[in-house]
C-alpha cells in the first residue's frame, strides 16, 4: 500500500496545509499518509473505502482521513471532492477555543474512530447553502496557498481554521441519532476544555454523557487514549506549561489557575508526565513559546 509523504504532497517551505481539488477524482489505489486530511465531496457519487469497508458517497459528505488510515475511492461517477491537507502538529498557530467545540471533536476524533461502527452514518452531511460556504472558505485558503503574498502563512492558517470551525459547528447540528451519540460524548470532551480549570467530577461527565459509567469510561477510554480525568489533568499541565514558559507568576499561583489545590500534588504530576519539575521547565522555557510537551 503506497503512504503519501509530507515532503511529496508539502510545499517546499514546509508550510503544513495544502488544498487538492479532484474534479473528477481519478483512480489513485488504496492508501495511507503521513498527515490528516479534510475531505469534502462537492458532486458526483462514488464509494469511499477503508481497507475492510465501503461507505457511499453524495455531494455534502465530509470526514476526516488521519494519519495512517488507508481509503480510497471506487465506482466514481463524476465524483468530485475538495482535499485539504494538513499537519495538526505542525500549525504556526493555536486552535484557541475551537476545542469547546463539541462538533470539533466529534468530527476530528469520535466520527473517524467511529465510522466502521456507525457504518458511516454519523459523518457530516453539509446542506446545499453550507455546503457552498464551505466551498468559499476553501476557496479563500487555496487562494491564499497560491499566491503566497507576505502574511500568507496567518492568512492561509486562519482561513483554515475559519474552515475547520465552520464544519465544526455544521456537526454540532447534526441531527442523525449515531451524530447525537458522538455529540454527547464531545460534549464532555468539550466540558473539560472550557472548564479544566473548574472541579470537574467523573460523575458530571458520566450524567451529561447520557451513558452508563462503565460504557462511557470504556467509550472516552478508546477514542482519547486514556480515562477523562487523566485527560483532564494533561489539559491542565499543558495550560501550566504556558504560564511557566510565558510569565512569571509563582508556582503555588499557576497550579491553583489551571485546577490544581494542591501545589505538592501538581508538583508530582508535573515531573511524571512533563518530566521535569516546574521550576525546571521554567528555567528552559520562559519566555519561549513552547506549550508543554504532552500530546492531545
Avoid at 24 to 32: A, K, N, R, V, Y
Avoid at 71 to 80: F, G, K, P, S, W
Avoid at 124 to 133: A, C, G, I, N
Avoid at 254 to 263: K, L, N
Wanted: charged content about 25%; overall charge negative.
Amino acid at each position: 500500500m503506497q503512504v503519501l509523504k509530507k515532503q511529496d504532497w508539502f510545499h517546499a517551505d514546509g508550510f503544513p496545509i495544502v488544498v487538492e481539488r479532484r474534479d473528477p477524482q481519478e483512480p489513485f489505489g488504496l492508501h495511507s499518509h503521513e498527515f490528516s486530511e479534510i475531505v469534502i465531496i462537492t458532486g458526483g457519487k462514488g464509494e469511499h473505502i477503508t481497507g475492510e469497508d465501503s461507505y457511499e458517497l453524495v455531494a455534502g459528505d465530509t470526514f476526516v482521513i488521519g494519519p495512517s488510515r488507508p481509503h480510497d475511492y471506487l465506482n466514481m461517477d463524476q465524483l468530485r471532492l475538495i482535499n485539504v491537507l494538513f499537519d495538526g502538529n505542525e500549525l504556526p498557530m493555536t486552535l484557541s477555543d475551537l476545542p469547546s467545540l463539541p462538533g470539533y471533536h466529534a468530527l476530528f476524533t469520535l466520527e473517524p474512530a467511529w465510522r466502521k461502527r456507525h457504518g458511516f452514518n454519523s459523518r457530516l452531511q453539509l446542506s446545499p447553502p453550507e455546503l457552498v460556504q464551505a466551498i468559499r472558505l476553501a476557496d479563500q485558503l487555496e487562494q491564499e496557498l497560491a499566491e503566497r503574498d507576505a502574511g500568507f502563512g496567518v492568512m492561509a492558517t486562519t482561513a483554515f481554521l475559519q474552515l475547520a470551525t465552520f464544519l465544526s459547528r455544521c456537526y454540532s447540528q447534526s441531527r442523525s441519532p449515531q451524530s447525537k451519540s458522538l455529540l454527547r460524548i464531545a460534549e464532555t470532551i468539550a466540558q473539560i476544555e472550557r472548564h479544566y480549570s473548574d472541579p470537574i467530577t467523573l460523575d458530571e461527565l458520566v450524567e451529561m454523557s447520557g451513558m452508563s459509567r462503565r460504557n462511557f469510561l470504556r467509550t472516552f477510554e478508546a477514542t482519547m487514549g486514556c480515562p477523562p480525568i487523566a485527560y483532564l489533568i494533561r489539559l491542565r499541565l499543558r495550560q501550566a506549561c504556558k504560564l511557566l514558559a510565558q510569565t512569571d507568576k509563582s508556582i503555588t499561583d499557576i497550579a491553583m489557575s489551571v485546577g490544581f489545590a494542591d501545589s505538592n500534588y501538581f508538583s508530582r504530576q508535573f515531573k511524571i508526565l512533563i518530566g521535569s519539575s516546574p521550576r525546571d521547565y521554567r528555567k528552559h522555557n520562559l519566555n519561549s513559546s513552547a506549550h508543554g510537551s504532552i500530546n492531545d
